[in-house]
């Protein structure tokens, strides 16, 4: 496994018993766990593979309100109230720090698209701000591209994958949790119609409710319980440079590239685009994703091959006596795009020329799950009493994870939301509503 990830041992013994399962243990089902052990709540968290092993430890790392889509607004500035401090309400270091994004604007037309976002955004009182010309070459250290502005929020920030869904776990052990990786949930047990237990690989649990939080395996594990959800994933690539001081400090994006400082200081480099497989699913969500797939902007490369077969042989349905789809998939390792990665080096070294002499330390592909209209969700389902779902996060899941984690505990317990969970409920993908995308990825 290429990208650096802190372990997280396993409990030697699965639970009898807890109030709330959670399937999957990436920073949206960490984060969830955590936010319920500290109300007390008695938690199982059942990981397949390994904590963050999946997308939570192979993403930018970005901590952002800037560029949101305004439904998911809210949502965001509450994660990242949460970040500031997060480290210390955890008492583990999550590698946050309050660097300033920007997205760059290479001509007229893209500005003005920035600066219509900007002028929605207002009503939010983000700190996001417009510069001009040379202001943006000011504000990025060694930058040598010639941009006609960018959109920037000195406030926004950037935390590390690889430490932060650890370091959450561990804290909801330290509350109470019971966290048992290489364990598959199967499938869930229902009683007088509603949740009573989960079946896993090592035995059942009785429970009263389960959240699901499996990232790209949502849709999957859904399909057996007959649910329809819309998720497809997609590939995103990333390489990791040697540490550098002569970069800059704000986290940016513009026309394929992206970067960020780490914290051992090397950058994050992508190129921005992903790359979605043709797979069974996409032919079942076809109307779903069409138009994201006609947006401008949605980046999104579509390539045919062997994942088409390879899904196609998955089962949609199991016994709960026989091993799982999710037990021969401990954790999706992807081959990153070789293509996009060199795109990405060549963008980086002609935009900031002193990388020509820093090297490529590492590199690694991830799955991100996708919605059609690029919101997670966030909710409980009708007809199946004490079942939640909390996935789709369409790669914001990282930087929006904390104030997830707490919305979905607080669903789960009835409690007032800390943001109206309206617009990441899972019955908007049936109930008629518009599910289009409004902003960009």
């Not at 804290?171 to 499938?187: L, P, Q």
């Not at 077969?309 to 949609?316: C, G, I, L, S």
């Amino acid at each position: 496994m290429p990208v650096l990830l802190d372990p997280v041992a396993s409990d030697s013994d699965l639970p009898k018993r807890a109030d709330v399962a959670i399937i999957g243990g990436g920073i949206i089902g960490v984060a969830t766990a955590y936010f319920l052990a500290e109300k007390g709540v008695s938690v199982l968290l059942c990981e397949k593979g390994e904590i963050g092993g999946e997308q939570s430890s192979r993403n930018w790392g970005w901590c952002r309100t800037m560029g949101r889509d305004l439904r998911e607004m809210p949502l965001a500035q509450e994660s990242l109230r949460l970040w500031r401090g997060l480290s210390a309400r955890i008492g583990a270091e999550t590698g946050f720090k309050e660097t300033g994004t920007l997205y760059l604007c290479p001509d007229a037309k893209t500005l003005a698209k920035r600066e219509a976002w900007l002028a929605e955004a207002q009503a939010y009182n983000v700190s996001s701000r417009i510069l001009r010309g040379a202001r943006v070459n000011e504000t990025l250290a060694g930058a040598a591209g010639q941009w006609a502005g960018a959109l920037f929020t000195p406030d926004d920030g950037v935390a590390e994958p690889h430490m932060a869904a650890p370091a959450l776990a561990h804290a909801a052990r330290r509350r109470g949790a019971s966290i048992v990786t290489h364990c598959a949930v199967r499938s869930i047990d229902v009683s007088a119609g509603r949740i009573s237990g989960i079946v896993t690989e090592n035995g059942r649990v009785a429970c009263s409710t389960v959240v699901l939080a499996g990232g790209v395996w949502s849709s999957l594990f859904c399909k057996s319980l007959n649910l329809r959800l819309p998720q497809l994933k997609v590939l995103a690539s990333v390489l990791r440079t040697a540490a550098t001081d002569k970069g800059p400090g704000p986290a940016a994006w513009g026309p394929g590239l992206s970067l960020r400082r780490r914290l051992d200081g090397g950058y994050t480099v992508s190129h921005g685009s992903v790359i979605a497989d043709i797979v069974p699913d996409s032919f079942r969500y076809f109307r779903d994703f069409l138009p994201l797939l006609k947006m401008e902007w949605s980046g999104i490369a579509l390539r045919g091959g062997k994942s088409f077969f390879e899904e196609a042989n998955y089962a949609r349905y199991w016994t709960k006596d026989a091993p799982s789809p999710f037990e021969r998939h401990r954790m999706l390792d992807p081959r990153p795009s070789a293509h996009d990665l060199k795109r990405a080096r060549q963008n980086l070294e002609a935009n900031f020329p002193a990388f020509k002499t820093v090297p490529t330390q590492a590199t690694w592909g991830g799955m991100i799950d996708a919605t059609p209209d690029i919101l997670p969700v966030i909710s409980g389902v009708t007809g199946l009493p004490g079942f939640y779902i909390s996935t789709g996060y369409s790669g914001h899941g990282f930087g929006i994870g904390p104030g997830a984690g707490l919305l979905t505990a607080q669903i789960v317990t009835n409690e007032k939301p800390v943001v109206d969970p309206e617009p990441f409920r899972f019955s908007r993908f049936g109930d008629g509503s518009d599910v289009r995308p409004r902003a960009g990825l």
